[in-house]
T-cell receptor
Framework: QKEVEQDPGPLSVPEGAIVSLNCTYS??????FMWYRQYSRKGPELLMY????GNKEDGRFTAQVDKSSKYISLFIRDSQPSDSATYLC???????????FGAGTTVTVRA | DAGVIQSPRHEVTEMGQEVTLRCKPI?????LFWYRQTMMRGLELLIY????????DSGMPEDRFSAKMPNASFSTLKIQPSEPRDSAVYFC??????????FGQGTRLTVV
């Protein structure tokens, strides 16, 4: 079993729809939870960063962490074609800079 | 800041040849990471340095891979000898805050 599980998709939605992405994990020591976005032939870029449990909102993006269920989510509201990318979840333990990544979910937003 | 700079962007080499990938991290960042990305295995951490010291190299696949960080502004990842199964995109990333890694554009390596 992988430490971080993420459905690779692909996921195709119409413009304006809500995109829902999620990851599950097995290591209860994870404390930091991130979402990275990767456009084709580019490096991943940090999108959202959350410490421990709870919700975080940034514009059209909302990240949720449920440590009791070992489950994290990313929601994209009013999705745009420019949101078409691969979204990777990542996690790390306290005081450990090493990141464990999910496989990434490829999202296409249709105009 | 120009971000993390990697070179070369593309590398095609023959099996058995030595390959050296280069990385310049963001100035002031104290952690540097080398990742490999393939369709089959996703993004895998190969090694990471903190303050130029290798902290965890458990992801380095075998002795053919080696990494150095002689100073805070430069790191190399070397593969010798290279094999076709090493074909992948290699990313360098740097960080100052835990979790906030900044990635370079990657080096697409093809070993024929």
């Amino acid at each position: 079993q992988k430490e971080v599980e993420q459905d690779p998709g692909p996921l195709s939605v119409p413009e304006g729809a809500i995109v829902s992405l999620n990851c599950t994990y097995s290591n209860s020591a994870f404390q930091y939870f991130m979402w990275y976005r990767q456009y084709s032939r580019k490096g991943p870029e940090l999108l959202m960063y959350t410490y421990s449990s709870g919700n975080k909102e940034d514009g059209r993006f909302t990240a949720q962490v449920d440590k009791s269920s070992k489950y994290i989510s990313l929601f994209i509201r009013d999705s745009q074609p420019s949101d078409s990318a691969t979204y990777l979840c990542a996690m790390s333990q306290y005081n450990d800079y090493k990141l464990s990544f999910g496989a990434g979910t490829t999202v296409t937003v249709r105009a | 800041d120009a971000g993390v700079i990697q070179s070369p962007r593309h590398e095609v080499t023959e099996m058995g040849q030595e390959v050296t990938l280069r990385c310049k991290p963001i100035s002031g960042h104290n952690s540097l990471f080398w990742y490999r990305q393939t369709m089959m295995r996703g993004l895998e951490l190969l090694i990471y340095f903190n303050n130029n010291v290798p902290i965890d190299d458990s992801g380095m696949p075998e002795d053919r891979f080696s990494a150095k960080m002689p100073n805070a502004s430069f790191s190399t990842l070397k593969i010798q000898p290279s094999e076709p199964r090493d074909s992948a995109v290699y990313f360098c990333a740097s960080s100052l805050v835990q979790g906030e890694a900044f990635f370079g554009q990657g080096t697409r390596l093809t070993v024929v």
